[in-house]
């Protein structure tokens, strides 16, 4: 077993959905390690975070069939539209992206909790002066495909920068604050049963809350780390926010 951070704009492997993509972490980890990778999971282009590769065909096998049986515990760190609510679960079916509307959908159960969240005194809609936005946590406890991603956008908090079910123009607005212009999930945590001896094993991406921040007080912005997720640690934590649950996320 293997696991790596997938860097934001990268695909997993090769795919005739995006034919022109030259990036592949399959390939990079193939090249870097000089032997083969399995993949037994899949982030979404614009995500970045931990992922997981097998070395062999039976731990490929035996991590493929964790995450079919839901004995994987993922942990992603969006950054979405408004005030979202502290806490929420959200048990919507979803039918595939590509399947006609007659087709029918499927289970899908995502935990969410609010981490932290900002108000800037700054309108990025004529109908409101200031523009707000969340920092959450979500667990999906099932798999299909740009589940959190649909079932923010269901709760009306889309994360910011997805230009499939997000908001065009808050999406536009914030590329032009931040300079940057991406999907802000991030894979930030795996909890899974080690293939060789089925034990638990705790993948964690490296992003971690700036220390200097408390819930109630701004201070200088932290130092970024380039190792770990430098697109939020320079663009994300330094903002203001107000940290609504202590000792979420670990401290620099």
């Not at 704009?9 to 032997?35: C, N, P, S, Y």
């Not at 931990?50 to 731990?59: G, K, N, R, Y």
């Not at 839901?70 to 502290?86: E, F, S, T």
């Not at 999907?183 to 638990?200: C, E, F």
């Amino acid at each position: 077993m293997v696991a790596v951070f997938k860097p934001a704009g990268w695909l997993v492997h090769r795919t005739g959905l995006d034919a022109g993509e030259t990036r592949f972490v399959m390939q990079a980890l193939r090249d870097q390690i000089g032997q083969h990778v399995y993949p037994v999971h899949r982030l979404d282009k614009g995500t970045c975070g931990v992922l997981v590769m097998a070395l062999l065909p039976a731990a490929a096998r035996a991590l493929a069939d964790a995450f079919a049986r839901h004995a994987v515990r993922k942990q992603y760190l969006a950054l979405v539209r408004g005030w979202a609510p502290a806490q929420a679960e959200v048990d919507h079916p979803l039918r595939p992206d590509d399947a006609p509307p007659d087709a029918p959908t499927q289970p899908a159960h995502t935990r969410l909790m609010r981490l932290a969240r900002l108000e800037l005194p700054e309108s990025s809609d004529p109908r409101f002066a200031t523009t707000r936005a969340s920092l959450v946590l979500a667990e999906p406890t099932t798999g299909r495909r740009h589940q959190i991603r649909r079932h923010l956008k269901h709760l009306a908090h889309p994360i910011l920068g997805d230009a499939t079910h997000g908001k065009g123009p808050l999406n536009r607005w914030w590329e032009q604050r931040l300079g940057l212009h991406r999907l802000w999930l991030h894979a930030w945590q795996l909890s899974l049963p080690h293939p060789a001896d089925g034990r638990l094993v705790t993948l964690h991406s490296g992003l971690q809350w700036p220390a200097a921040r408390t819930s109630t007080t701004a201070t200088a912005p932290p130092q970024p780390n380039a190792d770990a997720a430098p697109d939020w640690q320079q663009h994300i934590w330094t903002l203001p926010w107000q940290q609504d649950i202590e000792d979420a996320l670990p401290k620099e």
